[in-house]
């Protein structure tokens, strides 16, 4: 069982060049010049098949596939040519959320909900595979709805795990998500979600009303 998830926020160009020049206006004057994070914490851990909860009052939720990268032996303040050599592997994730607009406050009620963070459904050894090179295709329904590789990341995986460790130590069994496609795709209640990265898995999920 993982210690703690990280999951990586506003790491895709595309959110970036959408958000233009709201980077640069007040409180923060500048785009992040260190990778900006949230937790998904325990509570919104749920596996292959589990029903992803949407409260009441809510219509949609954003599907966040993403590739989870799974830390292998202990890492603090490596570089990037070293950072990939201390992961187990890779796994599928679903960094579900709220619909959201501010950037501007921690997103806690939006990204924490209970069975906001499937995952799954095994550790895929990560030793022959680019993690930057992996398409993450998300389907609802039977139907593909968005694909995102790691072309279009700020940070690859190398340079956000050496990033991260110069200010977070991490442990075996520790994830960090790469980071959810630009707008990701919604999904209501009685939608299948079914996140499929080839040499890594397919994790599949209901969406259900709390």
């Known amino acids: 069982m993982s210690r703690t998830v990280y999951a990586a926020a506003l790491n895709r160009l595309e959110t970036w060049r959408a958000l233009g020049d709201a980077l640069n206006r007040d409180p923060y004057k500048a785009p992040p010049k260190a990778p900006v994070l949230h937790l998904k914490p325990a509570n919104t851990w749920i596996g292959p098949g589990d029903p992803i909860p949407c409260p009441a009052g809510v219509p949609a939720l954003r599907m966040g596939g993403t590739v989870g990268l799974v830390i292998g032996r202990t890492m603090s303040g490596v570089g990037p040519d070293e950072a990939l050599a201390h992961l187990a592997g890779l796994v599928v ?97 009685g939608d299948r979600v079914r996140l499929v990265i080839a040499g890594v898995g397919v994790l599949e999920n209901p969406v259900e009303r709390e």
Not at 136 to 165: C, K, M, T, Y
Request: contains cysteine.
């Open 93 to 189: 994730a679903n960094d579900v959320s709220i619909p959201y607009q501010s950037h501007y406050r921690p997103a806690i009620k939006e990204r924490c909900p209970d069975g906001f963070c499937p995952i799954g459904p095994v550790v895929a050894p990560g030793g022959a595979l680019d993690p930057d090179g992996l398409e993450v295709v998300i389907e609802v329904n039977g139907r593909i709805v968005r694909r995102a590789d790691g072309r279009g990341l700020v940070r690859g995986a190398a340079h956000l795990l050496a990033d991260v460790s110069q200010f977070i130590t991490f442990e075996p069994g520790d994830i960090l998500l790469l980071g959810e496609p630009h707008e990701p795709p919604l999904a209501t209640p």
